[in-house]
């Protein structure tokens, strides 16, 4: 995955000489989050020749260890022209992005996008939302990381292109992601449709309850949910099978 800045930035001009550098970009997002914004409020980006870099705003200071940026594949950008608007899938992606596989190295670790419907699955959990979007044929790609760049990105056009979804976020912000050539899981025979009736709840106050209760139970897998709703209200409880 790669994110491309095709002009340059607003603000002031670096000062120094040219420099390449490749960090550990969640750590440096985190660090540049919590900082204050506003006018007088820069930062300073020290290369000490000791395979670090300081970067210091005001008078914090955090050290970081370079990545050897010679091993970096660098991908230039592309050819914006001929792309199809695809904001839906950019504010859906995150409704479905949870049920990936983290640490899979396969398809379980992305999204499936069939033109009518945004997929993911762990294995364990499927989450499905339908959703309109540019494909020729059906794509997974790995989107997970990108996630909440999509969010909150203005006008998103994409492309499927030698193996690659590429994304066009904004005006001036691009971005390539792989696409997983292997096939994607059968699912359509999972999910049920049923159903013999629904009950509509706040969804806000459920999954703060949920997350309470996981919160005990962070180390098992698969937890027994049992939910049960009589009249107005309803009651949870969650079975961890390991210690009872």
Not at 22 to 45: I, M, Q
Not at 63 to 79: G, Q, S, T, V
Not at 85 to 105: G, H, I, R
Not at 205 to 215: A, F, K
Request: net charge neutral; proline share 5%; aromatic share 6%.
């Amino acid at each position: 995955r790669q994110v491309v800045r095709t002009s340059d930035s607003e603000g002031l001009p670096p000062e120094g000489p040219a420099r390449r550098w490749r960090l550990p970009s969640s750590v440096l997002a985190s660090f540049l989050t919590s900082l204050p914004l506003g006018a007088g409020n820069y930062v300073k980006f020290i290369d000490g020749g000791d395979s670090s870099i300081r970067v210091r705003s005001g008078r914090t200071v955090v050290k970081l260890r370079m990545y050897a940026p010679e091993n970096y594949p660098l991908i230039r950008a592309f050819d914006d022209d001929n792309m199809a608007e695809a904001n839906d899938m950019a504010s859906k992606l995150a409704m479905v992005a949870w049920s990936t596989d983290k640490k899979a190295q396969n398809v379980k670790a992305g999204v499936h996008i069939d033109g009518d419907q945004l997929v993911a699955t762990d294995g364990y959990t499927l989450a499905a939302i339908p959703c309109r979007a540019p494909v020729t044929e059906p794509v997974t790609v790995q989107v997970t990381s990108l996630a909440t760049l999509l969010k909150a990105a203005s006008d998103v056009s994409l492309r499927v292109s030698e193996h690659q979804l590429q994304l066009k976020l904004d005006a001036e912000t691009q971005a390539t992601t792989r696409v997983y050539m292997e096939p994607y899981p059968k699912w359509h025979g999972i999910r049920r449709d049923n159903y013999v009736g629904h009950v509509n709840v706040n969804r806000g106050y459920w999954v703060e309850v949920i997350q309470r209760m996981m919160t005990v139970i962070s180390q098992e897998k698969t937890p027994h949910l049992t939910m049960t709703v009589e009249g107005s209200s309803g009651t949870i409880i969650m079975d961890m099978r390991a210690s009872g």
